[in-house]
């Protein structure tokens, strides 16, 4: 049982590249999340999908696109990079989305945009 | 609106002494909490989350929390720091579909 697995778990980029992430999850959740974390900013979400063939925008989508695959799998797209948008990029999931759910978090994908 | 606020973005302690990592919450409805720790170059994992069965929540590698009504907050204490303690501490407060961090404490350890 792996989890929440992202990949890559490094990416350098230059300006306007674009590039997707990609997140997969085994434990059959329902709700899956894309944040990204900066020093001093905590974590802040980017979009959700709370089921399969659904997604929402978070507190930062600028940018990003996101497509639920399946169940198991949910992708995050840079369409066009920005310095703006080097960060460290986590990926989540929940069972269900409810209040008591915890969440489960990827490893990371730590992006530089030169 | 829900809100989450952590107490110091760093806290400094030397190994054996007293951790505590304080976290006010605001919320219109029942409040479920939940601490989360970030090992240096990983994701975050959960360490304890409270769901109103009782409010000293033991959770793991030697951490509790108290959940306190009357001061809206949920402080993460630890009796002894050891070494390994040293990470990212995240509170979160539990929404539906999307919950909400506080902004992380860095708890520092030294020998």
């Known amino acids: 049982n792996a989890g929440v697995t992202q990949t890559p778990k490094f990416q350098v980029l230059k300006t306007g590249q674009s590039m997707t992430l990609q997140c997969a999850q085994d434990m059959n959740h329902n709700s899956m999340y894309w944040y990204r974390q900066d020093p001093g900013m905590g974590l802040r979400l980017i979009y959700y999908?709370?089921?399969?063939?659904?997604?929402d925008k978070g507190e930062v989508p600028n940018g990003y696109n996101v497509s639920r695959l399946n169940k198991r799998e949910f992708s995050l797209r840079l369409e066009s990079a920005a310095p703006s948008q080097t960060s460290v990029y986590f990926c989540a999931s929940t069972k269900t989305g409810e209040l008591t759910d915890t969440q489960y978090f990827g490893p990371g994908t730590r992006l530089t945009v030169l | 609106a829900q809100s989450v606020t952590q107490l110091g973005s760093h806290v400094s302690v030397s190994e054996g002494a007293l951790v505590l990592l304080r976290c006010n919450y605001s919320?219109?409805?029942?409040?479920?909490l939940f601490w989360y720790v970030q090992y240096p170059n990983q994701g975050l994992q959960l360490l304890l989350k409270?769901?109103?069965?009782?409010?000293l929540v033991k959770g793991i590698n030697g951490f509790e929390a108290e959940f306190k009504k009357s001061e809206t907050s949920f402080h993460l204490t630890k009796p002894s720091a050891h070494m390994s303690d040293a990470a990212e501490y995240f509170c979160?407060?539990?929404?539906?579909?999307?919950?909400?961090f506080g902004r992380g404490t860095s708890l520092i350890v030294h020998p």
């Open positions: 919320s219109s409805v029942p409040p479920y």
């Open positions: 409270y769901t109103s069965a009782a409010t």
């Open positions: 979160a407060l539990g929404g539906s579909y999307i919950p909400t």
């Open positions: 999908s709370a089921s399969e063939g659904t997604t």
